[in-house]
């Protein structure tokens, strides 16, 4: 059973009547430095059900990058516990980390990274051509020409990305972050680098997944913008989370709502 | 101004493998030219010690031009000439020392050299271990050298038993001298015999003793004082009218010797040059490399008030302690790698060096090369860093075509400021117009192939990945992505590889044209399976060795021959006395010109003479023409009545044919130097133990033509090893260019690992990426290494070295080259790619 999406006037959370896909528990992560240990996140736990839309909101240094780390598994907590779909990924070994990325997650980061040799079908298929698959097959050629169509970037297949916009190099992230069609998709800050405008069109991406494949996303922003596209926002700070807003789904994205409550509690 | 230098050190500090890394490759730049400086001066004491030691206070020596040596009555001529103090006569010959009872039995030959017991000392002195000098100029004394003792179990007071024409020659040991004595190239197995003893050697049985000296090797002349050594010496040439002679000084000794060694020297040098123009690039490249990575910084200190003077002194001072540091470390290599290749070139028997000289010169030659190519290196990227823009701090990555052209461009001037030292610097440069501009040509070469590189690295790139996309397709189009990113960082990187590899590929290419030349002429004009050679001019004809071999049953041919020296035109011609009808039924020597069996019988008539062809466009003769040639009897006629594309080979290129009648009667020739042997068809086997047992008998030497073959490809083997060494050096340097740009495309594509880490690359994957790239880099320098290599190589052998102008493309030498090439990127980029793979995730992803 998957989440249902509710109307843009209910601002109810999700039913929890099933299992959550993303589950924290007393998560900790610590680092040593010269003469002092830094405790970046501090027993976090939290759950996120299936095509939920949830953020992690904080400021600068409020750890709530490498809390998304911790929760995708590219790094590894000091203590507590993630469960992706039931299963810990906290302690993996490095190649099963590795096949936990190639399967079941995906990321989008604030550098677009593209390969700059490779076109627009070849960038979004790369996940495919890293686990060995041909990308040229029916089905993975399909897959990729869906995802290009859901970020809005068909007719620009062949494009190189030194021929495309900093918005459209971005969307072809999103797109080969979604292609493998992942149990969660991980953004950090996926607007960090570009315009109001620009911006705007990648997260109407990311809601489009959302609305229209059921995708689970964790999304990682110190904009309330960006976090107003989410259905739950998760307000990270010293290491915790400070708050949890529930937002319900709406299809205005306004961030009054957001707002309002972030300065109820201060923020 | 003190806080820019302490971050300039800073900056080197924090790439510590980078800095080192540069530092080796400076060093081992500076270090192949304090070698190729330390040989070349270790060569010029060495001769300058062997001529000094050759004709000691000597200021005139007069060689004898025909083998029966100078008379007598040209001895007085000589010493009549007003001007000369002293002349102090010498016979040379070699010989072999009777087996005696109670010593083992040496089969090496000695050489004999008898001088004027009462002149001598006066010339030069003979240093004595041990003993006494000779006494009386008939005594029957001998000095023998410390090696000749030591190797034959010789003691003073000895009797030595010396063979000669007639009955061996008994004499007594009465000293020793110290280590090799004072004859070059005799491996030290000498006896010095009084000059009147050593005549006898020349006496066979029945015949009684010529009561003067005569038969004189050479005449060693001191001149009284005051005398002017060119007018004495215009005396000479006007007094000595009955035999023809070679006239010479101390300094004509000693450029002969010089322009024996002028080939590899200039080779060395030229390499120097080469392995430097290949450390300008790692540096030019570290340097500009430094400044993209710390793009930002620098603008940063421009916004904080840096003046432009003041970034390109942060950027000169750290050339500075880089070149600084290098050319130390340099000097170091140098020396050691100097004593190394003075020491190869010693075992190999092709030069006597008695060790490097690293003087002073050769020091301020490598702090200056290594100083001074490091700053001038650095001047592009100083200049880039004093025009970043404040507001530009942002803009990481420049416009790649503008780089590579400023890449590129400077390249262009630094090569151009190596080229011309180099070019100061060659030896024999100011002598022989020649071998700067080959070695401006091979730069030239070098240099267009650098240049190129960007021009061709997209197709060039597709092409060596290939290879890597059948069997790692998404690691090939990540490679190959990576090594566009910044093309005149890959030019810089792929350039060293090209020139050391490039030089790899002509030496094996120059070897492979010298190893033809040097032996293709056995099989095209030895008439024989098997040469026996005598150390004394062997008997020929009737009672002949010739005659004794040919009766052999079994050998189908045994013909004498006989090299000797020609006066043609003022100049010495090398010849070689043969027998034309042995040619003629043997099938050897291929005539360019001229009807072969009219020319061979005419040979074996008089007054014929037959040139090399590039010999007789050299001398400007043709068939038909007549050659004046001096003798003692006076001037003799040849006709030129054939021209043969390859002739025995001489000092100064291939020898001229003459007759053997000829030879005999008008030039002075006693009998054969070897005797060729052809066995008839299928009774080698039988035959060849019979002919061996008969040369053993008549102290020959029995060598297989293809052992001569094999013996003349070993030597070139070994010192062309040497040259190879040389060039690997910069090979050496390009590895470490890879190690730095590789290490350096990890550090900017840390994000991108990070990124394709998070979409489910594995580390082997990323480790994988970063080594096909190295081997693409690698390809890429084997390919156009392996083509630059072999055009050089034509350029090096057709420019008129020892090799000639035929050149062979060494084609499993460019197979190595490009193997190399690849192997060597993939194990520079072994650590990178290590790096690479444990890029961590978190930090690479991490925003701005």
Same mark, same amino acid.
């Given at each position: 059973m998957t989440f249902q999406p509710t109307t843009a006037d209910e601002a109810s959370a999700p039913r929890r009547t099933v299992l959550p896909i993303l589950e924290a528990r007393s998560l900790t992560k610590q680092y040593r430095m010269p003469g002092e240990i830094v405790?970046?996140?501090? &027993?976090v736990s939290l759950s996120v059900m299936p095509g939920e839309f949830v953020a992690l909101m904080g400021p600068s240094g409020s750890g709530k990058s490498t809390l998304l780390q911790l929760l995708g598994g590219l790094d590894q907590p000091s203590s507590g516990e993630v469960l992706l779909e039931g299963e810990p990924? &906290?302690?993996?070994s490095d190649s099963d980390a590795t096949r936990l990325r190639r399967e079941r997650t995906g990321f989008v980061f604030q550098s677009f990274n593209l390969v700059p040799l490779m076109n627009v079908v070849e960038n979004v298929a790369l996940p495919f051509t890293i686990a060995g698959? $041909?990308?040229?097959s029916h089905e993975l050629a399909g897959r990729v020409r869906e995802a290009i169509a859901l970020v809005d970037l068909t007719g620009k297949e062949r494009h190189r990305p030194d021929q495309l916009s900093a918005g459209e190099q971005q969307r072809v992230a999103v797109a080969r972050a979604i292609v493998t069609r992942p149990a969660l998709l991980f953004a950090d800050e996926?607007?960090?680098?570009? $315009?109001f405008r620009t911006g705007l069109d990648i997260l109407d991406a990311l809601w489009r997944t959302c609305m229209e494949r059921g995708q689970t996303i964790v999304l990682v922003t110190h904009d309330a913008k960006a976090a107003a596209y989410a259905d739950r926002v998760f307000v990270v700070g010293d290491g915790q989370i400070q708050d949890e807003i529930v937002l319900g789904r709406r299809t205005d994205h306004a961030a009054a709502p957001l707002i309002a409550r972030l300065a109820l509690l201060g923020l | 101004m003190r806080g820019l230098v302490r971050y300039a050190w800073r900056a080197l500090a924090a790439r510590r493998a980078r800095t080192l890394l540069t530092v080796i490759g400076i060093s081992l730049g500076v270090g192949v030219l304090v070698a190729a400086l330390g040989v070349d001066a270790g060569l010029d004491a060495s001769i300058d010690r062997t001529v000094a030691s050759m004709v000691g206070r000597a200021d005139l020596r007069v060689t004898a031009f025909e083998e029966t040596g100078l008379s007598a009555g040209t001895l007085e001529q000589l010493a009549a +000439? !007003?001007? +000369? *103090?002293l002349t102090a006569p010498a016979i040379e010959r070699k010989t072999f020392l009777a087996s005696q009872a109670g010593r083992p039995v040496e089969t090496a030959p000695v050489t004999v050299l008898g001088i004027d017991p009462s002149a001598e000392p006066r010339v030069r002195d003979l240093s004595l271990a041990r003993g006494v000098a000779l006494a !009386? *100029?008939?005594? *029957?004394s001998a000095l023998v050298t410390e090696t000749l003792a030591a190797t034959d179990g010789l003691e003073l007071g000895d009797n030595l038993q010396i063979l000669g024409m007639g009955a061996p020659l008994t004499v007594k040991i009465t000293g020793v001298l110290r280590g090799d004595g004072p004859e070059l190239g005799s491996g030290g197995r000498t006896v010095v015999l009084p000059i009147r003893t050593a005549q006898l050697l020349s006496v066979a049985d029945g015949d009684t003793a010529p009561a003067q000296v005569g038969g004189v090797t050479r005449v060693d002349v001191v001149l009284a004082a005051g005398a002017p050594v060119d007018q004495v010496a215009a005396s000479i040439g006007q007094a000595l009218t009955l035999q023809p002679y070679v006239l010479s000084r101390p300094q004509d000794i000693a450029s002969s010797l010089r322009a024996s060694t002028l080939d590899i020297r200039s080779t060395m040098a030229l390499l120097a040059a080469i392995t430097l123009f290949a450390a300008a690039i790692l540096i030019l490249n570290t340097m500009a490399m430094t400044v993209v990575e710390r793009i930002r910084e620098l603008g940063l200190l421009r916004a904080a008030g840096a003046q432009r003077s003041q970034i390109v002194r942060v950027v000169v001072t750290q050339a500075l302690v880089l070149g600084v540091a290098g050319s130390g470390v340099g000097i170091v290599v140098g020396t050691l790698l100097a004593y190394l290749a003075a020491a190869w070139l010693r075992a190999s028997g092709q030069l006597a060096i008695e060790g490097p000289v690293i003087g002073p010169f050769a020091v301020l030659a490598g702090i200056g090369s290594g100083v001074g190519i490091t700053l001038v290196a650095a001047v592009e990227p100083a200049r880039r860093a004093a025009a970043v823009s404040p507001v530009a701090v942002l803009r990481v990555r420049s416009d790649t075509a503008r780089l590579v052209r400023a890449h590129t461009g400077w390249l262009v001037v630094v090569v151009a400021v190596i080229g011309t030292a180099a070019v100061l610097l060659l030896p024999g440069g100011a002598t022989d117009l020649a071998i700067p501009v080959r070695a401006v040509g091979v730069y030239v070469l070098l240099l267009v192939a650098v240049l190129l590189t960007p021009v061709l690295l997209a197709p060039l790139a597709r092409l060596a990945g290939l290879p890597f996309a059948a069997l790692l397709r998404l690691e090939e189009r990540l490679a190959r992505a990576a090594i566009r990113r910044d093309p005149g960082r890959t030019t810089l990187t792929v350039g060293a590889l090209v020139i050391g590899l490039a030089m790899v590929v002509a030496l094996a290419s120059v070897a492979g044209s010298a190893r033809v030349s040097a032996t293709a002429w056995l099989a095209d004009v030895v008439p024989g399976d098997e040469v026996l050679t005598a150390i004394a001019p062997a008997p020929v004809g009737p009672g002949g060795i010739d005659t004794q071999l040919s009766s052999i049953d079994g050998v189908a041919l045994a013909t004498p021959i006989a090299s000797f020296d020609l006066a043609y035109a003022g100049t010495r011609l090398e010849a070689v006395a043969i027998r034309g009808a042995d040619f003629l039924a043997d099938g050897r020597l291929n005539f360019t010109a001229g009807d072969r069996t009219a020319a061979l019988n005419a040979l074996d008539g008089t007054g014929a003479i037959v040139l090399p062809a590039p010999r007789a466009a050299r001398l400007g003769v043709g068939v038909g023409d007549t050659m004046a040639v001096a003798t003692s009897q006076g001037l003799v006629n040849l006709k030129v009545v054939g021209l043969v594309a390859r002739s025995f080979p001489g000092r100064t290129g291939d020898a001229v044919l003459v007759g053997w009648g000829d030879a005999t009667s008008k030039f002075g020739v006693l009998g054969a130097d070897a005797f060729a042997v052809r066995y008839a068809p299928g009774r080698q086997a039988d035959a060849q133990p019979q002919v061996d047992a008969l040369a053993r008998q008549m102290a020959l030497t029995a060598s297989p033509v293809s052992a001569v073959a094999g013996a003349v490809g070993d030597a070139l083997d070994r010192l062309f090893g040497l040259l190879d060494l040389l060039a690997l050096a910069a090979v050496v340097i390009a590895a470490l260019g890879i190690v730095n740009t590789l290490s350096m495309d990890t550090l900017e594509r840390v994000r991108e690992i990070g990124m394709l880490r998070a979409a489910g690359m594995s580390r082997i994957q990323v480790w994988r990426s970063v080594l096909v790239e190295a081997g693409i880099l690698g390809a890429i320098g084997g390919l156009v290494g392996s083509v630059t290599g072999v055009l050089v190589g034509v350029l090096l052998s057709g420019g008129g070295g020892a090799a000639g102008p035929m050149s062979v493309v060494p084609w499993p030498t460019v197979a190595l080259a490009i193997v190399l090439g690849v192997a060597l990127a993939m194990l520079a980029a072994a650590q990178p790619a290590r790096m690479a793979g444990r890029v961590p995730i978190p930090m690479a992803v991490r925003g701005e």
């Open positions: 405790e970046a996140v501090r &027993g990924i &906290g302690r993996l698959q $041909d990308p040229r996926p607007t960090g680098n570009l $315009d | +000439v !007003p001007g +000369v *103090a !009386p *100029a008939d005594g *029957a």
